[in-house]
C-alpha cells in the first residue's frame, strides 16, 4: 500500500529500545511516518536495500559487528539515494573523521533535546531533497505521479522554488504580488499534500 504523500518516512537504527522508542514518538508527533525501528545492523541492512524511505537516523556505536558508519558505507555502495543522519555520544576527532568520510547530512550528539533532533532532520531533507533536484522534473512525470493537474505559472513558481528563491524572490521573478504568489503556492501544496518547502522538495524529488 503507497504511504500517503504528505508522509515524509523515516527509518531508526538504534540498538537501545529506549532511545529508539524516545526517537520514535518525537519524529512521529512531529508528522513524519517512522516506517522502521531497527535494533540490530543485521536487520538494518534488510530494511536499508528493501524498503522505500525518506530518511535514516543513525546511532553510530551499535551493539553489533557493524557500525552506523558501515550502515553508511553500504547506502553510499548500494547507491541508495536517501539522506542520512548520525546520533552518537561521542564527538572526538576520530569519530569526526570516521563520519567526514562518508558524508552524512546531520550530526547530532546524545543527549540531544527534541528541538536539535526535528531542526536537523528538517533541515537535512532540505538541503538533500532540494539538491538532488538538479536534474530537473517536468510537468507530465509530476502529474501523471501525484495524478493532478499543475498550471504553467505553477511550474514557473516550482522551478523558481527548487533554484532556492524565496517568496519575495519570486514575486520579483515573476512581476506578480507577494500575496498572488502565496496563492499559488498553497494550491501547489494542497496539490502534493505537502505543508512545507521540505516535504515539497521531498516530493519532487520522487519524480
Known amino acids: 500500500m503507497e504511504r500517503e ?3 515524509v518516512s523515516i ?3 538504534e540498538d537501545e529500545a529506549l532511545i529508539a522508542e524516545d526517537i520514535k514518538e518525537i519524529c512521529e508527533e512531529a508528522g513524519y511516518e517512522v516506517v522502521s525501528v531497527c535494533y540490530r545492523a543485521g536487520q538494518a ?6 524498503q522505500d524511505y ?24 548500494k547507491k541508495i539515494k536517501t539522506p542520512y543522519i548520525f546520533l552518537t555520544s561521542y564527538s572526538d576527532a576520530i569519530t569526526l573523521n570516521a563520519v ?18 526535528l531542526s536537523t532532520i528538517e533541515i537535512s531533507l532540505f538541503n538533500y531533497s532540494r539538491y538532488s533536484l538538479v536534474k530537473g522534473f517536468n510537468k507530465f512525470e509530476l502529474e501523471s505521479r501525484y495524478g493532478i493537474e499543475i498550471t504553467s505559472r505553477e511550474m514557473e513558481i516550482l522551478g523558481l522554488i527548487a533554484e532556492g528563491k524565496n517568496n519575495n524572490q519570486i514575486a520579483d521573478k515573476t512581476q506578480l504580488s507577494i500575496n498572488t504568489i502565496k496563492f499559488h503556492i498553497k494550491n501547489i501544496y494542497d496539490k502534493l499534500h505537502v505543508s512545507s518547502r521540505s516535504q515539497l522538495f521531498v516530493a519532487l524529488g520522487k519524480v
Open 5 to 7: 504523500i504528505n508522509k
Open 54 to 77: 525518506d530518511m535514516v537516523l543513525l546511532d553510530i556505536n551499535l551493539e553489533d559487528e557493524l557500525s552506523g558508519i558501515d550502515l553508511a558505507n553500504f547506502i553510499m555502495q
Open 100 to 117: 567526514k568520510a562518508v558524508h552524512p547530512m546531520g550530526y547530532v550528539v546524545k543527549p540531544f533535546t527534541k528541538e536539535q533532533l
Open 45 to 50: 541492512l534488510h530494511i536499508l536495500e528493501s
Open 11 to 13: 527509518v531508526i537504527v
